[in-house]
């Protein structure tokens, strides 16, 4: 179940410039970077609240690192501007298989590594009305295990 917006992802051509805008705008820090080789971005994420599933919700700023990645490319088409969006949900693998079921696609066969430990996937913009949409499981958040037979719930151990 997509419990939260996780984040929306902002394509941006010089990341420290942006991240200087957001703080002295708005009064946002950043609450982390890092370099995703993978995806080949650079990214700040800074966090704008907590949400009742016990994620927060955040603004992802991605630099481009490589010429071919998609954050790159996009720019070279479209400029700085909203790149994606991302829901949060307790489990991106079954989340993923219920949406591709309806026969939207999914970008990924399994999850990979986003921010801060996460796994994502993502739904093809032309499937989502224009709108790349990101699926995200954050480190820590994974769906509890079910409970075995006979034995006490997960959440009473
Ligand atoms: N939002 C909306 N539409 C988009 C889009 C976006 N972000 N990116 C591409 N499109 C559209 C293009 O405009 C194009 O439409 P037209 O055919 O009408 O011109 C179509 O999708 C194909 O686009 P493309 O420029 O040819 O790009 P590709 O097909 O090579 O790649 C996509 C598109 C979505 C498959 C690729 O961007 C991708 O794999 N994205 C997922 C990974 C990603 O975005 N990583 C960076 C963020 C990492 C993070 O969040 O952690
Ligand atoms: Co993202």
Same mark, same amino acid.
């Given at each position: 179940m997509l419990t939260r917006i996780d984040h929306i992802g902002i394509a941006c051509h010089d990341l420290e410039r942006t991240v200087e805008f957001y703080r002295a705008t708005y009064g946002f820090e950043v609450f982390h970077r890092e370099v995703n080789e993978e995806q080949g971005v650079r990214e700040a994420m800074l966090r704008i609240n907590g949400t009742d599933d016990g994620g927060a919700s955040w603004i992802q700023l991605l630099e481009p690192v490589? $010429?071919?990645s998609a954050v790159a490319k996009w720019l070279a088409k479209? +400029? $700085? +501007?909203?790149h994606h969006i991302a829901f949060g949900t307790a489990d991106v693998d079954g989340d993923a298989q219920k949406i591709g079921d309806k026969g939207v696609r999914v970008l990924y066969d399994e999850p990979r590594t986003g921010s801060m430990g996460s796994r994502i996937t993502f739904l093809h913009p032309k499937d989502c009305h224009g709108v790349l949409t990101e699926l995200v499981t954050s480190a820590g958040a994974e769906k509890p295990a079910a409970p075995e037979h006979g034995s006490e719930s997960a959440t009473d151990r």
């Open positions: 490589r $010429e071919d479209n +400029g $700085e +501007g909203v």
